[in-house]
């Protein structure tokens, strides 16, 4: 892994473009099942200081908006999600006897509509058994 990160590398340098190594981690898929924590030492060089600095190794990794975990369990992406969905609708709820219902109607379009439709497709699957 660490000859395919250097070859990666030096593809970025080659064509004028840089790893934020402060933001870089990595996640080990696996699966549920036979799930075994290995710590593997992936290391990526710092041109700054000329150094191999070691990845963060993570249970899971935000791709595109969508938290993907070590297991595609989704159980991080639906509590996040939850937890978002959960704080809009208590302030749309506490709204709902100042503003007007088409003011109410654009809010939910624009806040929540958007959480819950955002890659559907892919997490909306999951089952409730594999989340728990």
Not at 17 to 28: A, D, E, M, Q, Y
Not at 49 to 69: H, R
């Amino acid at each position: 892994m660490n000859k395919e990160l250097t070859k990666l590398q030096n593809w970025f340098t080659a064509n004028k473009l840089t790893i934020n190594i402060k933001k870089s981690n990595f996640v080990l898929f696996q699966s549920a099942r036979n799930k075994q924590k290995r710590l593997l030492n992936i290391n990526i060089l710092d041109h700054k200081i000329n150094k191999y600095i070691p990845l963060e190794q993570k249970d899971y990794v935000k791709y595109l908006g969508v938290l993907l975990d070590s297991t595609l369990s989704w159980k991080p992406h639906i509590d996040y999600i939850s937890k978002k969905v959960s704080r809009i609708v208590g302030v749309l709820s506490r709204l709902r006897h100042f503003i007007p219902k088409n003011t109410l109607i654009k809010m939910y379009k624009s806040l929540l509509q958007p959480l819950l439709l955002y890659g559907i497709s892919t997490w909306g699957q999951a089952c409730k058994k594999t989340c728990e």
